[in-house]
């Protein structure tokens, strides 16, 4: 089992950036997916990002093309999102999430294809 944390969040001026990092522990990092999603208040949980296990292929929300990256580092049991030209819209709680490879292969982006979450980190953009 896999325990996770996000960090990186925090206020920023609209256009600016910043980057989430996810940190894993307890289990074999390299054989999971990784998802981010993020939660607005008043708001369903949407997907954002994730990224295969072996860091080779990834999928973007249509609001996070061209802003956003994802990537991973199975050494040191890390992804991160970076975010650039960050707007208003986006400040919500990120949570990053992991998928076994146990349970196929294939990029999801929906919550319940993903069995373990961090607690979450806020970002928030100032206009």
């Known amino acids: 089992q896999v325990q996770l944390v996000e960090s990186g969040g925090g206020l920023v001026q609209a256009g600016g950036s910043l980057r989430l990092s996810c940190a894993a522990s307890g289990g074999t990092f390299s054989s999971y997916a990784v998802g981010w999603f993020r939660q607005a208040p008043g708001k369903e949980r949407e997907f954002v990002a994730a990224?295969?296990?072996?860091?080779?292929?990834?999928y973007y929300a249509d609001s996070a093309k061209g802003r956003f990256t994802i990537s991973r580092d199975n050494a040191k049991n890390t992804v991160s999102l970076q975010m650039n030209s960050l707007k208003p819209e986006d400040t919500a709680v990120y949570y990053c999430?992991?998928?076994?490879?146990?349970?196929?292969?294939?990029?999801?982006?929906?919550?319940?294809?993903?069995?373990?979450w961090g607690q979450g980190t806020q970002v928030t953009v100032s206009s």
């Open positions: 999430a992991a998928r076994p490879n146990t349970r196929g292969t294939a990029l999801v982006i929906t919550t319940t294809r993903y069995d373990y």
């Open positions: 990224i295969r296990w072996s860091g080779d292929g990834t």
